[in-house]
Nanobody, 122 residues
């Protein structure tokens, strides 16, 4: 089970930290992705944190502003979002995959959290 939290309303330039709590025996080893979906747009990837922690990926538009990390128990994944912009407004989802399929493909993520709303005002 994935439980996302931490969204809210923030002014442009502000920060938020999203959390995704991971529970259940299914998630012994998993790749984690953060995705977002703005109204009228397709869901897009924001950040990918592979299980081994290597080759972390970020969407070009968030590079240098967002950072994904995981705790040592590997049951919580965070997305630190700084210097937020109005275009970051979306529902943010955490998602996980437990197989070896490519991490870049959104359709490979089988497990999804419920989403948390992030709204950035100008």
């Amino acid at each position: 089970q994935l439980q996302a939290s931490g969204g809210g309303l923030v002014q442009a330039g502000g920060s938020l930290r999203l959390s995704c709590a991971v529970s259940g025996s299914t998630f012994r080893a998993y790749d984690m992705g953060w995705f977002r979906q703005a109204p009228g747009k397709e869901r897009e990837f924001v950040a990918i944190l592979p299980w081994r922690g290597d080759r972390i990926r970020y969407r070009d538009s968030v590079v240098g502003r967002f950072r994904v990390s995981r705790n040592s128990a590997k049951d919580t994944v965070w997305l630190q979002m700084n210097s937020l912009k109005p275009e970051d407004t979306a529902i943010y989802y955490c998602a996980a995959k437990t197989d070896s399929s490519p991490v870049e493909e959104i359709t490979n993520y089988f497990y999804w959290g419920q989403g948390t709303q992030v709204t950035v005002s100008s």
